[in-house]
């Protein structure tokens, strides 16, 4: 199995500069990895570098907290499509599951994924796993289920607690097998990576590919 081919490049560091990003899209071109994900502030920058054809790139909408008003979060979705981004990572509203407040997230939906299925783009929603209970994240689970969303991402990568294996795990048991899984924080190593992708998910985000595939050739 080919690792590289599992894992998005993440430059979504916030103290990123353009040489940062330009050297991490040299990198994920160089490693062969399927996608990279950049800031809305360099999807321009990023269109530019990379053959687009032969790699998706995406960006996050309400990153990381989630808590944008809806329409903020239109506006986000709409900017970055018409810069040209082919995938989109909302955040989704966190504050909303806590408060049981499900119909604020079909709100949500309702207000984006006609605008990113319109436009033939991807569309991802990132929850942060660690702040959800169980019974929360089933519920997740169903209303994106539900909705048809391309994947479901776990973690932002910025909450305290990371994805923990027994969480892909809840998520590939409720969620259609249509519906990728993503594991996005928590990946510290080739052994966790294999971990997560065992559990069941189909894709990496993380900032540290290059380290992975580089302690997977020290191995061998």
């Known amino acids: 199995m080919d690792i590289a081919t599992y894992i998005e490049h993440s430059l979504l560091n916030p103290d990123a500069t353009i040489a940062d990003i330009e ?7 160089l490693y062969g990895f399927p996608a990279v994900c950049v800031s809305p502030l360099f999807i321009k920058t990023a269109v530019s570098k990379i053959d687009t054809s ?5 960006t996050v909408i309400g990153f990381p907290l989630g808590y944008s008003v809806i329409e903020a979060k239109v506006a986000e979705v709409i900017m970055s499509i018409l810069d040209g981004t082919d995938a989109l990572h909302m955040v989704i509203n966190t504050i909303a599951i806590k408060n049981n407040d499900w119909q604020y997230l079909g709100k949500e939906l309702n207000a984006i994924m006609p605008i990113v299925n319109g436009k033939g783009k991807v569309f991802n929603v990132i929850i942060e796993t660690s702040l959800c209970s169980k019974q929360e994240l089933i519920t997740c689970c169903e209303i994106y289920g539900a909705a048809g969303v391309h994947a479901v991402i776990a973690g932002t990568g910025y909450a305290e607690q990371g994805t923990t294996v027994e969480t892909i795990e809840l998520l590939r048991q409720h969620l259609p097998n249509s519906i990728k899984i ?3 924080s928590g ?11 065992n559990a069941g998910a189909s894709r990496l985000i993380c900032n540290n590919g290059v380290q992975i595939i ?4 020290q191995q061998h």
């Open 54 to 58: 032969k790699m998706q790139l995406a």
């Open 187 to 197: 990946i510290k190593n080739y052994s966790f990576a294999m971990q997560f992708i």
């Open 23 to 29: 050297k991490g899209l040299v990198e994920a071109t």
């Open 214 to 217: 580089a302690e997977l050739a």
């Open 182 to 184: 993503t594991a996005a």
